[in-house]
């Protein structure tokens, strides 16, 4: 068991294994049965997850426009399911518009959005589909 003395950024030894580990998060990692190399693999897996949290953050303060732009590199080009991503994107950048921060986006931007293609006289099928290439940008990052 932990020993409630230890500093939180400490392993503890268990004594069953002979590793030495530590509780991140929820999860027990096995560090190794090296003291020393057991505190350099937990120092690596908290400055990684660190640097995670701050990659985090600055997605959220960008524009949702970067964020589409992101997704699109990840699919190829050649594609069609690549030139229909990129169509229906531009569709909802063109009433979302391209100063929306990530963190700002909401289901009232997807209502707002779906209205505009309603009254636009779009299909149901052509809506649903502008709606959930949105969906899949958040889904793919």
């Known amino acids: 068991m932990p020993n409630p003395k ?57 524009p949702f426009a970067s964020l589409c732009d992101e997704f699109l590199e990840s699919k190829s080009k050649e594609s069609t399911t690549y030139r229909d991503y990129r169509y229906r994107l531009l569709r909802a950048l063109r009433i979302l518009g391209t100063d929306l921060r990530v963190a700002a986006v909401n289901k009232g931007h997807l209502r707002d959005v779906e209205k505009h293609l309603r009254e636009g006289g779009l299909s149901p099928s052509s809506i649903r589909d502008t709606l959930a290439t949105m969906q899949s940008v958040f889904k793919w990052a």
């Open 6 to 62: 230890l500093s939180p950024n400490e392993p503890w030894l268990h004594t069953a294994s002979g590793f030495w580990c530590k509780k991140i998060a929820g999860k027990l990692h096995y560090l190794d049965r090296d003291y020393r190399a057991a505190k350099r693999k937990l120092a690596k897996i908290l400055r990684d997850r660190g640097r995670a949290r701050a990659g985090a953050q600055d997605w959220l303060s960008a």
